[in-house]
């Protein structure tokens, strides 16, 4: 669903860039609620995630194929702000490296693919959760259910933005049955993908997946024929935490690295769901080139590395690598800005007290 330059006014693009600049103030501000010194890292690794398996297309039907949006999975780990900004790093990432979504268009790609679905499927998956059962597999299935929504619903809002921008004269009621139905299966596949991981994390660390907090029932004992709460759980030494952390950041960065730099040579070549759709309704009739063409790394590949497995695999290593990076400055320089307003700015010594 990243949308090139061309397929939207001018106008309407930079409208797109001012909501997506003012949701991406908010959520700077709203993330450093969310992020604290566990989940600060994790932020930074889910975003190179993401970028790995954007990699991954999948085929959904015939000529058509989908990749994750991702929106869902990094809200329901590391908190909807975060969320705004993780897949925001992602598409940031892919338009300016990789020729992936147009320059122009990146304030409607970031309105559409990290806050539309964002929002959307976190909203789903509150709701589900204060209905379900409180346990660790509510999670799962509210994780799954949000994502599986968050994908039309992305359709449908790119649908409006270009039923209000479209360059050119296309039908609406046409582009809207061909985008929600193709995306509707996609969203299958974003739903399975983020429901395995979700539950992969909750299964090792539901500590550190921000929708499963609060979640876990207190344990109950039978006492002479009477339920009582159990006795707390004594707290995970520090350092034994601090390796579990360890640890599943460097599983989930080989993971990326792997996906990326190897598994993505098998993805679908097919056109995913939206180039599927502006190729057979005549949207990208107006489409422009790519201002990021000529980057050594347009369009996943490696210039001059002439072997295409090799070179899309050193390609996606250097983006998971760049995006690790970018991300885990961004989190970094956001949990220090909360360290600092949660620090006294001063003493009571210094005032005489």
Not at 113 to 122: C, D
Not at 162 to 180: F, N, R
Not at 261 to 277: C, H, I
Not at 315 to 336: D, E, L, N, P, Y
Request: overall charge positive; aromatic content about 6%; some cysteine.
């Amino acid at each position: 669903m990243h949308v090139p330059d061309g397929f939207i006014d001018a106008p309407t693009s930079a409208v797109t860039g001012v909501v997506a600049a003012g949701a991406l103030a908010v959520s700077l501000r709203g993330a450093r609620r969310e992020l604290d010194e566990r989940t600060a890292p994790l932020a930074g690794l889910v975003a190179a995630f993401i970028f790995a398996v954007q990699m991954l297309n999948f085929p959904v039907a015939a000529g058509t194929s989908g990749h994750l949006l991702g929106g869902a999975l990094a809200a329901i780990l590391v908190g909807p702000y975060t969320g705004v900004l993780c897949v925001s790093v992602v598409l940031l990432m892919q338009g300016i490296l990789f020729a992936d979504g147009g320059l122009t268009a990146l304030g409607v790609n970031i309105t559409d693919m990290a806050i539309v679905t964002t929002v959307v499927s976190y909203a789903v998956f509150r709701g589900l959760v204060k209905v379900l059962p409180r346990e660790r597999r509510s999670v799962t299935v509210a994780a799954f259910a949000a994502a599986l929504v968050s994908v039309p619903a992305a359709a449908v809002v790119f649908t409006l933005i270009y039923a209000v921008g479209g360059t050119t004269d296309v039908a609406i009621s046409k582009v809207a049955t061909a985008m929600i139905g193709v995306h509707v299966l996609i969203g299958i596949g974003e739903a399975a993908i983020t429901a395995l991981t979700v539950g992969a994390v909750v299964a090792v660390r539901p500590d550190l997946v921000y929708g499963a907090r609060g979640l876990q029932q207190r344990l109950k004992l039978r006492v002479n024929g009477e339920l009582v709460d159990a006795p707390t759980a004594r707290p995970v030494p520090a350092a034994a935490a601090t390796g579990s952390h360890r640890k599943l950041w460097i599983t989930g960065l080989v993971t990326s690295l792997v996906l990326a730099g190897f598994v993505s040579f098998y993805a679908s070549a097919d056109p995913d769901g939206l180039m599927k759709v502006a190729h057979d309704q005549g949207i990208d009739r107006k489409a422009e080139q790519h201002a990021s063409d000529g980057s050594p790394l347009a369009h996943y590949g490696v210039k001059d590395v002439s072997d295409a497995r090799l070179s899309g695999g050193l390609a996606g290593v250097i983006g998971v690598g760049v995006t690790v990076v970018a991300g885990s400055t961004v989190f970094w320089a956001v949990r220090r800005r909360r360290t600092q307003d949660v620090s006294p700015d001063v003493s009571p010594a210094s005032t005489g007290a």
